[in-house]
């Protein structure tokens, strides 16, 4: 480390205001960065990585605070400095990559005004000139149509794209220190991979430092020089990537490398009549097919996983097995006996067998209604419980998803966690007492070690009533633990099937070796490796 | 811009029909108003001979369905028939007090739309500041009035000063320049009362767009406060402004009688008010069915408008 130091951070603390009181975000953090060098921030959410981010531009969240400590960035203190001073800084010297680009971009402008608007508005080039960067940068990005591409507005362009054309506005004003907040967890794996070496290449060629803040450890390993593990705002350990792989000195660390151990025993092949059964779906919307001749059974007390990148059919299976989309050919057939292609035509009976939890437990709890009734009501709808029998059935399912009952009973879904939500939303799905369960992305919202609980439970409750499960998801490491056979679909078709440990093996697809070759690893030199297998860059 | 065009065209289809459902609604409730317009016509010493040639002669002993008929292809082909109080074609009547109509209300716009946009953009700007604060209270206090008790204390104010004239009047000798200086008390109460609505809604649309994601990320280009809400967050808050606009304006138009009256304006609202009182029916029609143009043309404009300004809905994929 002879480079010299651009940023010291030294005792940092930051509050938070929920109603009247302030508290603690960020305890009392050091860290220091040189010129030139990657900082990977890891934890889980509300470890408070994205608000030191942040403050390492001095900037605060409405709500947030900085209440102590000292931020030296090139011998600026970003905290007493004038707010001017510090906008002089923001996105000349110290540039900010979102998590989602295409939230991130302002719908209401083409790319390439919002690339020039930063070194026009800072001094540093004139429009024609940033125009000229533009083209420039969006080709050591590797993007298609380098000369075209920002005229276009942001949702005409994918999110791998926007991602890479994001990095390369951060890069406009070539600035001494990059902010990357988790830039690829949105992405499909394939695409995460195109645009962690775009990221890094450029990094690189522009030798410009970088917090990289991300909750995926390998995603850091191919991206850091130094990894920093933040723990509910406190720091847990600091090292160079190597050794921190290698030997992790704290317990929390160590529990963070090992959430991905848990998988599942295998299981001997089923017999006997699949529960649900999808023959040869045909599905459209509109006038475009968006399944494509989709075949699987699912047996009772098997996992079946269903993988691919978004748009390739995986949910809109799990809506044709439902009946919210009849198919336009094929059917679906449940313990041998064709269902009707519509769910209006389904009876109760057919209804309570199949059920679905969602990815955004969020989103999916109606925020009005206590516990009680959020996991009652289907319990009363579907098996006719009423008074002193539902109220015993709802204890059961809350002692069954591992909440204390009494605790828990009259709570309101914004009075639990993340994980403990998403429990909910299996206890509600249980309440039906259904033989099949579809699981769309449950943990793809959820921390890694929360991940782990869930699926933990997800396979318990499996063995103890029978349940089958269809998977979906485009989370490969969660397939290896959880599931027993894997369909892998593309462009709404079955590209390939098979036991899981035969297809992580020895994949017959190409789209399924590239697919699974794509999953980070914990290696640092994983990302080189595979860039140099496929011949040059991805 | 095809695209445009086709919703442009089914808008205005849609726009026709509704036109043609309200003149429906129209013929059907002054088919309701009580009273013999003949008897109205030649006054309670008429013989029922003379009653009964005059209704034959306005054709009143007509079903309604015929009378309709005759009514709504008399207006398609721009006859509105005549005036039954007056005898003069309604077009002629009607005309001269559209356009004193659309004068006021473009003037009124003209001071309030701007004023509105501007204390919008600048309450959101410094929201929860003094400025905000006063702005949104005035604004607030201006609309829970009445509009007469606006009108009364502007020409307390301003016109028993001798300031500006509290009366309208308009001659054929009367130039622009002094249309101006004497309609402005009645702009001026117009625009009291409808900036409140667009200026809260502009507040609104910008701040609702703040904790936006692309709004932090131009904070963190480094980007001054008035440049973040001009340039990033008022492009996307266009639709609901120019919705509520579009909806003042309309108001504009149609809701000035109590204002035209204190003022003794000569607009359509008067003339409206008059041949109700006078059982003068087909200028009651020709009135209603203009101010529901004017909705229908207004909303028209908004729609298309926000379209425009949306890139999402301009340039699909």
């Known amino acids: 480390m002879e480079k010299p130091v651009l940023l010291t951070i030294k005792g940092l603390q930051i509050e938070g205001r929920s109603g009247d009181a302030w508290h603690p975000i960020v305890k009392g953090v050091d860290l220091t960065l040189h010129k030139g060098e990657v900082l990977g921030l890891i934890g889980e959410s509300g470890a408070g990585k994205s608000t030191l981010g942040l403050a390492a531009m001095g900037f605060a969240r409405d709500g947030c605070r900085i209440s102590g400590g000292t931020i030296d960035f090139d011998g600026i203190d970003l905290r007493t400095a004038p707010e001017a001073k510090r906008r002089g800084l923001r996105g000349k010297r110290i540039a900010y990559v979102a998590q989602s680009a295409a939230a991130s971009f302002n719908p209401a402008h083409k790319l390439i005004d919002q690339y020039c608007e930063g070194p026009v508005v800072h001094g540093v080039m004139s429009r024609e000139k940033a125009e000229a960067d533009a083209v420039e940068l969006y080709r050591r990005m590797r993007l298609p149509n380098s000369e075209e591409i920002g005229f276009r507005y942001p949702h005409q362009v994918s999110g791998g794209q926007l991602q890479r054309a994001m990095t390369a506005m951060a890069m406009a004003c070539r600035p001494d220190l990059i902010i990357f907040d988790e830039p690829t967890t949105a992405l499909d794996v394939t695409t995460q991979i195109e645009v962690l070496a775009a990221i890094r290449d450029i990094v690189r060629q522009f030798g410009t430092a970088a917090i990289y803040i991300t909750h995926d450890l390998a995603v850091v390993a191919q991206m850091a020089d130094r990894i920093k593990v933040l723990l509910r705002g406190d720091e847990v350990e600091e090292a160079d990537t190597r050794s921190m792989l290698a030997a992790p000195r704290q317990d929390y660390t160590r529990s963070l490398w090992a959430v991905r151990s848990f998988a599942r025993a295998e299981q001997p092949p089923a017999t006997g009549t699949p529960v649900v059964s999808v023959r040869n779906v045909t599905a459209a919307y509109g006038a475009v097919d968006v399944l494509k001749n989709v075949s699987f059974d699912i047996h009772a007390r098997r996992t079946v996983a269903v993988v691919g990148e978004s748009g390739s059919g995986k949910s809109t299976t799990a809506r044709v097995i439902t009946g919210l989309l009849p198919p336009r050919k094929g059917e679906v057939l449940f313990n041998g006996k064709v269902l009707p292609p519509n769910f209006k035509a389904r009876s109760r009976e057919e209804l309570r067998q199949c059920q679905m939890i969602y990815q955004m437990a969020d989103t999916a709890l109606n925020p009005k209604l206590r516990l009680r009734e959020l996991i009652g009501r289907p319990a009363e709808m579907y098996l006719g419980l009423r008074g002193k029998a539902l109220e015993t059935r709802i204890r059961d399912l809350l002692a069954l998803i591992e909440l204390e009952p009494d605790k828990y009973i009259d709570r309101l879904p914004s009075e639990l966690s993340g994980g403990q939500k998403q429990r909910i939303g299996i206890a509600r799905a249980l309440a039906a007492e259904p033989q099949l369960i579809i699981c769309d992305e449950v943990t793809s919202a959820l921390d890694q070690i929360v991940q782990e609980g869930i699926l933990k439970l997800l396979n318990r409750l499996q063995g103890e009533l029978n349940l089958a499960y269809m998977f979906i998801t485009h989370d490969l490491a969660t397939v290896k633990s959880i599931a027993d056979k894997v369909v892998v679909m593309q462009h709404g078709a079955v590209v390939e099937r098979g036991p899981k440990a035969a297809l992580f093996a020895d994949p017959k697809e190409d789209y399924t070796n590239l697919l699974l070759s794509s999953v980070p690893e914990m290696d640092p030199d994983w990302l080189n490796r595979l860039l140099a297998a496929r011949g040059g860059h991805a | ?317």
């Open chain 2, 1 to 317: 811009m095809n695209e445009i065009w086709l919703m442009i065209g089914q808008r205005l289809l849609l726009g026709l029909l509704t036109l043609f459902i309200i003149s429906v609604v129209i013929f059907g409730a002054t088919e309701l108003l009580p009273g013999d317009l003949a008897r109205e016509l030649l006054g309670q010493s008429a013989t029922e001979e003379t009653l009964a040639a005059l209704r034959e002669q306005l054709g009143l002993n007509d079903p309604a369905p015929l009378r309709y008929w005759n009514w709504l292809t008399g207006v398609l082909q721009g006859d509105f028939g005549v005036s039954m109080a007056t005898k003069k074609p309604i077009s002629e009547l009607v005309g001269a007090r559209l356009g004193n109509t659309l004068f006021l209300a473009l003037y009124a716009a003209a001071l309030s739309v701007p004023l509105s946009l501007l204390l919008g953009v600048l309450a959101a700007l410094w929201r929860n500041s003094i400025f905000d604060r006063a702005s949104n209270a005035l604004a607030l206090t201006a609309i829970s009035f009445p509009e007469f008790f606006v009108a009364y204390i502007l020409v307390l104010w301003l016109a028993q000063t001798g300031l500006f004239p509290s009366m309208v009047r308009i001659t054929s000798a009367t130039t622009t320049g002094d249309l101006l200086y004497s309609a402005f008390l009645p702009a001026l109460t117009l625009t009291l009362v409808v900036t409140a609505h667009m200026m809260r809604m502009t507040r609104a649309a910008i701040i609702n767009l703040l904790a936006s994601p692309y709004i932090e990320m131009a904070r963190l280009k480094g980007l001054s406060p008035m440049r973040v809400v001009l340039r990033h967050a008022v492009p996307n808050a266009l639709a609901p402004i120019i919705n509520v606009v579009a909806l003042n304006l309309a108001y504009l138009i149609t809701g000035v009688v109590v204002v035209e009256v204190v003022f003794v304006y000569p607009g359509l609202g008067q003339l409206m008010i008059d041949a109700v009182t006078n059982r003068d029916i087909a200028v009651v029609q020709a009135i209603a069915l203009i101010f529901a143009s004017a909705y229908v043309l207004l909303n028209l404009i908004a729609d298309v408008l926000s379209t425009i300004t949306n890139p999402r809905l301009m340039h699909r994929k």
